[in-house]
């Protein structure tokens, strides 16, 4: 029918949602629908879809959008910083299965040639697993902090983004992983192109 059900942050949510606002929906969603618009009865965007949680994998679940208000802030309002990164939100069960030292971290699962995230030094997990509903690539860092920003603090992901947005060409980060049960810092100066 198209029904607003509810309304998540991310993080209430198993598996990689981000930490954004989230409207829940029973609109038929399928596999390709994601970033498309979710519309009201007057043909107002309130929603970018992002993905739906199905038994059956078909358009038969619960769908998730982007609400158009956090759209709004993380791509018009904010300077956005390109990082090259594709990675899995681990939080929960999950966490302490992985032995994160803390609540929730970000597993990299991959990332773009010569992007921010390779050139700090960044590994990508190498060995495909399926825990649950999800498939992962295990073996890789998991982010803790950037910029000794937690990433498991509540607001932490917002406040790096901000962060990141901030810098300028010359500046340096720091990012502390997870990488084979140890925590490792790593350091890199921000260049023209990032």
């Known amino acids: 029918m198209g029904y607003i059900s ?11 949602f981000g930490l954004g606002e989230l409207l829940q929906t029973d609109a038929a969603l399928n596999r390709g629908n994601s970033g498309g618009p979710l519309f009201n009865h007057s043909g107002e965007v309130i929603g970018i879809v992002s993905r739906i949680l199905t038994s059956t994998g078909g358009s038969q679940g619960l769908g998730f959008a982007v609400t158009s208000n956090q759209v709004r802030e993380l791509l018009l309002e904010q300077r956005a910083f390109w990082n090259g990164l594709n990675g899995y939100w681990v939080g929960g069960n ?3 299965l992985l032995n994160i ?34 498939t992962l690539v295990l073996g890789g860092d998991v982010i803790l902090n950037v910029a000794g920003i937690s990433i498991a603090d ?20 720091t990012i502390t992983v997870l990488r084979a049960g140890e925590q490792v810092s790593l350091t890199t100066t921000l260049g023209e192109p990032d």
């Open 6 to 16: 509810a309304r998540h942050q991310g993080s209430d949510i198993a598996g990689d």
């Open 94 to 96: 999950l966490a302490r």
């Open 101 to 134: 030292p803390q609540e929730r971290g970000l597993m990299v699962q991959g990332m773009a040639a010569g992007s921010p995230a390779a050139r700090i030094g960044l590994r990508a997990g190498t060995v495909e697993s399926r825990i649950g509903e999800d």
């Open 154 to 173: 509540d607001e932490g992901y917002m406040r790096i983004r901000q962060h990141l947005g901030s810098l300028q060409s010359g500046d340096s980060i």
